[in-house]
């Protein structure tokens, strides 16, 4: 006999996943829909209209891909390379070696263009980068979610389209979070993630691409051969499951047969959506400003560094040096999320050991979790001795609050 699941309840501060709607919850319980019951395909397209918002995007194309954030950063990298192709990556921390695993793995001919962890890139190195090494594809991260900077994108976007580049950019982190104009930037595919800002469980990929993208999509197409024998092509798509061609004819009128849809997940994804645009998109981006003001306040009155420059930090993720007294901080977050139930991340690579990381997403992007967690660590810290200001963090949060 195997007991019931009895699952601890956590206010998770991390940079996902993150706490889930109580909506996402509830319609997750729902009977199952057939995939293509007229029932389903009607959420299906209400989903694929509010993936559009929070990108800022009128493209026909968005959906959603079955999978975490990464099976969409591998759809889309792999939809337009070639064996050979010049992908150019600037890279300013952690996620950007995935893009570059990712395009390797398809044979790209990748150039990294690499700087330290602590600030995101002038946007002028990088166009000249461009210039220098002329890729057909320049892929990065938006919002670098292992140390806690943020790219601007407006004036990368531009050069490529002005070169007939293809700018990928991976918004996993900042989707639903921060401002993403991706029409105004000129971002080719965007892709977003769904643990993260909107509040859904991990196992999905948001996408969004326009015609420029489309057109070779068109001229990769090809059909599974159980479902026609005509439908070939020279030059298709290296992966089957995750092929955008095809993905695009089963979320569009065509409705092609080909995965069998996760229909309790595109539920979850309709509730965690809607969720946001009801509360209004930049009212969303705002609450996660607020909210990061009174992280970063209530660390700075602990007297805690910072990771980075902060002009430029995500404000869906706060990197904090680890302070001495704290061994290398395993024991205070085991404290923290066996003690006080709130998680907190560590962080990859060099700043494993040096770096914790509390994220602001989605529902967790709260202010009763805010106080929470400023209260445990200061607590959790002052038991294992370590030399912080006492009494001032959750005041300090208070203010930002104007409670
Ligand atoms: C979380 C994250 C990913 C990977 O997401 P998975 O859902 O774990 O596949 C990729 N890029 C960034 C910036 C992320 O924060």
Redesign the pocket.
């Known amino acids: 006999m195997f007991s019931e699941l009895v699952i601890p309840r956590r206010t998770i501060m991390t940079?996902?996943p993150v706490e889930a709607h109580p909506n996402v919850l509830r319609v997750m319980s729902s009977t199952i829909l057939g995939q293509f019951d007229p029932a389903f395909l009607t959420i299906m397209d209400a989903v694929k209209e509010m993936i559009k918002i929070p990108f800022g995007t009128k493209n026909e194309q968005a959906f959603a891909i079955d999978g975490?954030?990464?099976?969409g950063?591998e759809a889309a990298l792999i939809a337009l390379i070639e064996p050979g192709d010049k992908v150019l990556i600037p890279v300013y921390g952690r996620?950007a070696y995935?893009l570059g695993e990712i395009c390797e793995r398809a044979k790209a001919d990748v150039k990294y263009l690499e700087k330290e962890w602590t600030e995101p890139f002038d946007q002028e190195v990088i166009i000249k980068a461009i210039d220098d090494f002329q890729p057909k594809i320049v892929t990065m991260?938006?919002?670098?979610?292992a140390n806690g900077q943020m790219q601007a994108l407006d004036k990368i976007g531009a050069a490529c389209r002005e070169r007939d580049i293809f700018f990928v950019v991976?918004m996993?982190?900042t989707y639903g979070g921060v401002p993403i104009y991706v029409d105004e930037w000129k971002v080719d595919m965007a892709i977003g993630?769904t643990?993260?800002c909107v509040s859904v469980p991990?196992g999905m990929?948001l996408i969004t691409y326009n015609d420029r993208v489309e057109k070779v999509l068109t001229s990769r197409y090809q059909k599974e051969l159980g479902l026609s024998k005509v439908d070939r092509n020279d030059n298709p798509i290296s992966s089957n499951y995750l092929d955008l061609s095809q993905l695009q004819r089963y979320w569009n009128s065509e409705r092609i047969n080909h995965h069998t849809e996760a229909t309790t997940m595109i539920y979850a994804l309709h509730e965690g959506l809607r969720a946001m645009i009801n509360e209004g998109i930049e009212n969303v981006w705002a609450r996660h400003q607020l909210n990061d003001d009174a992280i970063v306040a209530g660390i700075q009155a602990m007297g805690l560094g910072f990771f980075g420059n902060m002009a430029t930090k995500m404000p869906t993720v706060t990197p904090i040096l680890i302070p001495e007294g704290a061994d290398d901080g395993e024991a205070i977050r085991s404290m923290l999320l066996e003690v006080f139930g709130v998680e907190i991340a560590s962080s990859f690579g060099d700043l494993k050991g040096k770096v914790w990381r509390i994220g602001n997403m989605g529902y967790s992007s709260r202010r009763e979790n805010v106080l929470h967690v400023l209260g445990a660590l200061e607590a959790a810290l002052i038991y294992y001795g370590a030399e912080i200001t006492k009494g001032e963090a959750t005041k300090a949060a208070l203010q930002v609050y104007e409670v």
């Open positions: 940079p996902g975490t954030s990464r099976s950063l996620f995935l991260v938006h919002g670098e979610t991976d996993v982190a993630g643990q993260k991990s990929s």
